[in-house]
């Protein structure tokens, strides 16, 4: 039983999420990538930008080495304005969160 238990645990450990962006100020009309670190394979990854008048998500699963990118055409999102991304990782009923962020320009 005690085996069982500290394999869950060190199972749930594991996961974890990590995110940074391809590009820390794109320019408006392109596409800027979430790269999300899960430590688990076939993990669901969403990520959800928040702009100033809307919010965008995109959801993705973890490849084999437990990593996942997710791409946001950022369209005219207001210039020099801070874009938050929040990213949620889920495996087996266990949850991590993380964030990043960018901020267009012309």
Do not use: E
């Not at 199972?11 to 800027?32: E, F, I, M, N």
């Not at 889920?90 to 901020?103: A, I």
């Amino acid at each position: 039983m005690a085996a069982i238990f500290a394999a869950k645990r060190w199972a749930a450990g594991k996961l974890t999420c990590r995110a940074h962006v391809s590009d820390r100020t794109p320019k408006q009309y392109t596409t800027v990538r979430v790269y999300v670190k899960t430590g688990k394979a076939r993990a669901k990854v969403r990520a959800v930008a928040h702009y100033k008048t809307t919010s965008t998500a995109h959801s993705r699963r973890s490849n084999g080495a437990g990593k996942a990118t997710v791409p946001f055409y950022i369209s005219g999102a207001t210039p020099h304005r801070k874009v938050h991304v929040t990213v949620t990782v889920r495996k087996n009923g266990h949850q991590r969160t993380c964030s990043t962020s960018f901020t267009p320009h012309r």
